[in-house]
């Protein structure tokens, strides 16, 4: 596998609950810029607690603990502050989580009215429309931008929240099974969206669902047991694995 | 025990609250008639004259009224700054931790000290600094039994507000977080909001509370029978007016302090019930 | 890039600050419990004595000579213990059952439209203003009866119980597993042999600490005594007499400038008692919770 451009870059990054158990075991690996690397495994491999990592979201609770490096664009993360680093690496969650006291039009403005910048009423509008417009999502909504987010369907949420990521404009997106709670169409919608994403972010994504990966990745990693065990090209990956645990794994004796 | 009996006993035992509820109303009803009668039901409410002097005995509810209202606004204004952060303490920044458990059993123990002690702890503690500062001449008013009010209605506030802002979903607050907002800006945009209701919800409780309350104001409120001018100035609740002249009074001020007693009945029961459905539908939610 | 950095910084300042104060102002709270604690604790610890549990109230004279004489008061608040004992006692007695009982038909029919209003005069009730109880029983108990007594402080405290006991009951049968009925039924236990045998052992602890918890709500009541039971300076065992009551004695020794001597240490032994009782309910309903 050939890495040409790499924005972020795991060295050694481990990340434990507590001194005996290590959910995530010296995994490193680095991503490629724009493009979709999807994270595989069985769960409570620690393929989510790998990508929470990169988001910082450990620093919340006080009994996990990461250690290593995390590099983006060459910088160690884990020793920046954690407000500055989530505004360039986004995140989207396994369930929508639209803020159910704002409306649509707010719940895509949120990372500007929450970290407290101003903008003008043509910057906002400006914004809600274009990242709107990016997940598709402009059509269905344009005329209830007033209307609290939860009112929308499950898949309509997960786009939104996008929307609201997007709109911090990331270097880096990451998805921690964002479709796993929607239904097949809604799905299908969301995998269209990374697709056509993946010009303007590079998007890490973690999925249980080996189509999906397939479908959607250049690149994938599989994990077991907190080892990254195989981290190859997915075509590659998917028809000759290196490693015997991933062989099972996808040929779903595993899992 | 047959089926049918044990159901009966059940039934019957339930019966029980509305009977005793509507003979409170009852009661407080015919006795208060007397003095709606003799006064009129607003002019009672809209006097201010409290006088016992036979032959030309005038009695109105205004004073108390008023007096009732400053003490349980103040009360609330200055329990709000402890409250909140003691809510914020219990049920987000340290929720569930051992220090967490420690001050809710605090709050706890705040709440089950009886109303007569607060009111012998403001009487020789507070009032001898209010004193000091030459706040009020005697050091009884309005202001001194509020602020021990405040402090009696710290638990109910802060132990139910704990109670919403820990429901807020975690997700909700990774999401926020995932936008790079800080622990500040999560709460004040997503954690305020998404509890708001309830929050508000348990200082309409907090009200009730101090609406009723007692022991406390009448040893601290100077018991004087006018509208008081002032947050320094001394006055009466309608509570602590009952408790001071009850044991002496028959005929017309007998009657009097009950109607004031079923004034003071119906406005904790209307903001009790705002208050519990409020909560309620803050649950659902 | 400069800017920002000091906007990162401004932001990250101001969630410390808060969260500081958000401490402070929090651990500010514990101060009135201990300023409380306290006092009672310093003023009142030197009155304890044997005789001051065993002893009634001295009268006024008594007092004055004892303080005139440099000496302690004599006498305690026996007549106020055994008061508030005879009517905690009777309250108790009443409203246990009748709370439980009640409590059972608001779990057990919990989408009845008679039941929920049941449940809303339950809160309306809980939230009555004491010193209202107190007029009420006045009117009740106290005017047909032509005098204050025991029966009436206990009509009284019975009615401020009974809300929080059913409200317990309620609770606790509430939240038990629907399967522990259903295997009583299955069994071939009729409906009221279960509640008995089944639900209401198991449910013994939140019931339990939901009386511990009322009986403290209500031990350190004062206002609904003073019209009830009025108060009696010597030991009395008469249940149709004025009768005293720790609380009560609290309050005529705050209003009667020779007997102030006594004030701390009959607050010291109620805040104890009260404090203690609300500390083991919390340590039952822990233990029964786990």
């Given at each position: ?255 | ?90 049920g987000e920044?340290?929720k ?65 507000s704990a109670e919403f802002i820990k429901m807020v979903p975690a997700?909700l ?18 954690v305020?909001?998404v509890a708001?209701?309830g929050i ?82 803050a649950r659902?939610s | ?290």
């Amino acid at each position: 596998m050939e890495l040409v451009n790499p924005i972020l870059e795991f060295k050694k990054t481990c990340v434990s609950y507590s001194k005996q158990t290590m959910a995530v075991k010296y995994v490193s690996a680095a991503i490629e810029r724009n493009t979709i690397t999807a994270i595989m495994g069985p769960s409570g491999c620690g393929k989510s607690t790998l990508l929470r990592a990169a988001n910082l979201m450990h620093a919340l609770y006080p009994n996990i603990r990461v250690d290593g490096e995390i590099l983006l664009n060459g910088q160690n993360i884990l020793s920046m502050e954690p407000i500055e680093v989530r505004r360039k690496i986004g995140m989207v969650f396994q369930r929508p989580t639209p803020f159910p006291t704002m409306s649509i039009y707010d719940n895509v403005l949120a990372g500007y009215s929450l970290n407290g910048i101003r903008l003008s009423k043509s910057e906002r509008n400006e914004i809600v429309e274009k990242c709107l417009r990016n997940v598709a999502l402009w059509d269905e909504v344009k005329d209830v931008l007033n209307k609290k987010g939860t009112f929308l369907s499950g898949g309509q949420q997960q786009r939104l929240c996008i929307a609201r990521a997007l709109a911090m404009k990331p270097e880096v997106l990451l998805m921690d099974e964002p479709t796993s709670a929607l239904d097949p169409i809604a799905t299908k919608h969301i995998e269209d969206l990374i697709l056509e994403l993946q010009k303007d972010v590079t998007i890490l994504i973690v999925t249980h669902n080996m189509g999906q990966a397939k479908r959607i990745s250049s690149r994938s990693m599989f994990m077991y047991l907190g080892d990254l065990v195989e981290y190859d090209d997915t075509e590659k990956m998917f028809s000759n694995p290196t490693d015997e645990r991933t062989r099972a794994y996808l040929t779903g004796k595993m899992g | 025990m047959s089926d049918k009996l044990f159901r009966i006993f059940l039934f019957i035992a339930a019966c029980l609250i509305p009977i005793i509820c509507g003979g409170i109303i009852y009661a407080l009803v015919t006795d208060a008639y007397e003095s709606f009668e003799h006064f009129g039901f607003l002019n009672f409410i809209f006097s201010s004259e409290w006088d016992y002097t036979e032959g030309n005995e005038q009695y109105g509810a205004l004073p108390f009224i008023v007096g009732t209202m400053m003490t349980t606004f103040l009360a609330l204004l200055f329990c709000i700054p402890f409250s909140l952060p003691v809510a914020l303490f219990v049920g987000e920044y340290f929720k569930g931790t051992p220090v967490a458990a420690i001050l809710s059993t605090v709050t706890d123990l705040l709440a089950g000290i009886p109303s007569i002690i607060y009111g012998l702890w403001g009487f020789f503690t507070l009032r001898p600094i209010i004193m000091a500062l030459d706040i009020s001449p005697e050091g009884s008013s309005i202001l001194t039994a509020s602020m021990v009010l405040s402090i009696m209605i710290i638990p109910y506030a802060a132990s139910l507000s704990a109670e919403f802002i820990k429901m807020v979903p975690a997700d909700l607050k990774e999401g926020a977080y995932s936008l790079g907002a800080t622990r500040f800006e999560v709460i004040r945009k997503i954690v305020f909001p998404v509890a708001g209701s309830g929050i508000f919800s348990s200082y309409i409780l907090a009200i009730g509370r101090a609406l009723g309350e007692t022991m406390t104001v009448t040893m601290l409120i100077g018991n004087t029978n006018q509208i008081p001018d002032g947050i320094t100035a001394t006055g009466n609740s309608m509570a602590s007016i009952i408790a001071n002249q009850f044991g002496e009074a028959d005929g017309l001020k007998l009657s009097s302090l009950i109607a004031i007693g079923l004034i003071l009945f119906l406005i904790t029961a209307v903001i009790n019930m705002i208050g519990k459905i409020m909560i309620k539908r803050a649950r659902i939610s | 890039m400069i800017m920002n950095d000091m906007k990162i910084l401004q932001r990250l300042y101001t969630d410390k600050i808060f969260k500081i104060a958000v401490c402070l102002f929090a651990a500010l709270t514990a101060i009135p419990l201990f300023a409380i604690l306290g006092e009672v604790l310093i003023k009142g610890y030197s009155q304890l004595s044997w005789s001051f549990f065993t002893e009634p109230t001295p009268t006024a004279y008594k007092a004055m000579q004892a303080v005139a004489a440099g000496e302690p008061i004599p006498g305690g608040i026996a007549n106020g213990i055994i008061g508030s004992v005879i009517m905690l006692g009777m309250a108790t007695v009443v409203a246990v059952p009748i709370g439980i009982l009640c409590g059972v038909y608001l779990a057990e029919n919990s989408k009845k439209r008679f039941a929920i209003i049941v449940s809303y005069i339950t809160d309306l009730l809980q939230g009555t203003p004491s010193v209202i109880i107190g007029i009420i029983t006045y009117v009740w108990v106290v005017v047909p009866m032509k005098g204050y007594s025991a029966i009436a402080g206990s009509v009284a405290l019975f009615i401020m119980m009974l809300p929080l006991i059913i409200r317990s009951t309620e609770e606790t049968v509430k939240i038990l597993p629907a399967s522990l009925k259903e295997a009583g039924l299955a069994l071939g236990g009729n409906n009221a042999r279960v509640t008995l045998k089944v639900i209401l052992p198991s449910a013994f602890g939140g019931i339990f600490t939901g009386i511990l918890l009322a009986v403290s709500r209500v031990i350190g009541e004062t206002a609904p005594l003073m019209f009830t039971a009025l108060g009696c300076s010597f030991i009395r065992w008469d249940i149709d007499k004025p009768i005293s009551a720790v609380p009560l004695l609290i309050w005529e020794f705050f209003n009667d400038p020779n007997l102030q001597e006594l004030i701390w240490g009959a607050s010291l032994f109620l805040l104890i008692f009260v404090l203690s009782l609300n500390l083991t309910a919390k340590y039952f309903a822990k233990k029964w919770n786990s």
